[in-house]
């Protein structure tokens, strides 16, 4: 697989484990190719039906936890892909932490973009802990860090 086609929409659908409604990263806009796994995503509520949207197509701000965690499970595809290690779906796992989380922000508006960058602490045996940012326009929403067990 080349590195660009790990960048579309149709790639996130393939090797995520969750499926519509509850699908919330759109694409990769970057991963970095160093040693740990960092990189950006992106997801533009009232785009698609999901969970978490409220009436208005906003995004209920609580679910930014859930749009980071998915945004460090795609990051994880994608860098496999770059590495050569698998071009295949991301085992399904489970959101089990949130340290020093911070929301800065309400809902996010139906239609803006929200971009999250995610970089990996540690990854030992299926359990991961990663920082992510998450913004909306210019302003930073929320941030934290979090921790994912997969292969559940």
């Not at 945004?71 to 796992?93: C, K, M, T």
């Not at 960058?117 to 920082?131: A, H, K, L, P, Q």
Request: proline content about 7%.
């Amino acid at each position: 697989m080349e590195a660009e086609s790990v960048y579309t929409p149709e790639f996130a659908s393939r090797v995520m484990p969750q499926k519509e409604p509850m699908l919330f990263v759109d694409h990769v806009i970057s991963v970095d190719e160093g040693e740990l796994l960092s990189g950006t995503v992106s997801f533009t509520p009232g785009q698609r039906p999901c969970e978490g949207l409220l009436p208005d197509g906003s995004l209920a701000a609580p679910a930014v936890l859930e749009v980071m965690a998915q945004s460090y499970a795609l990051l994880r595809a994608a860098f496999n892909v770059l590495r050569g290690i698998s071009d295949g779906p991301v085992a399904p796992g489970v959101f089990v932490s949130a340290r020093s989380f911070e929301l800065m922000s309400g809902n996010f508006p139906s239609g803006e973009e929200i971009i999250v960058r995610c970089r990996e602490i540690s990854e030992v045996s299926g359990f991961s802990m990663f920082d992510a940012e998450a913004s909306a326009g210019r302003a930073t929403a929320a941030r934290g860090r979090l921790g994912v067990r997969s292969g559940i």
